[in-house]
């Protein structure tokens, strides 16, 4: 006697999300749809034709990743950093005054901890844009290594506090990148 049992098509469970609540301390996620943006207001200015574009400022673990716009030539700082720091450039090219390498469009650096560096944009390049990912802080200082300043997630939050007020997006503004 044949088996007439109907033949049940497999579920495709790679389509099926999953069923679970996430776990309650989690952060939400993050997606800024335009990270490069028409809104000129969302560049928060650091110096003369220097911005920087939140992406996420991570007050809970200490880091930040933005977008850095420069249009002028020259010594932007001489900095260091007591944790690693990720790049990707995505126009333009800048160089540190320590190594012999420049970072072209296309290109990850990837900055050891503790190391001390001079980044240069040169004369030729119109405009710098490079992702960075920035853990701990930025730890501005002298060709002698005496500190001048310093940045970090928390003062980041400052400045976008204080600019996207006074642009008209309201200083609450940067809670969308915070995390």
Known sequence: MADESPIRPQLDQSRVPYRHPQPKEAFPELVVPHAIPEDERLWVPQQANVWFRPL??????????????????????????????????????????EHDWTATEGAYVYEAPGETHTLVVEPDVPEMITL????????????????????????????????????????????????
């Open 56 to 97: 996420c400022l991570s007050a809970s673990r200490g880091y930040w990743m933005n977008l850095l716009r420069v249009r002028k030539s020259g010594v932007l700082s001489r900095h260091r950093h007591p944790q690693p720091v990720h790049g990707f450039v995505l126009k333009g090219s800048w160089h540190y005054l």
């Open 132 to 179: 960075f990912q920035v853990n701990g802080a930025m730890i501005y200082v002298d060709p002698d290594g005496a500190v001048l300043g310093y940045e970090d997630v928390f003062t980041k939050i400052d400045l976008c506090r204080k600019h996207y007020a006074a642009v008209g997006l309201g200083e609450d503004h940067v809670e969308h990148y915070i995390r």
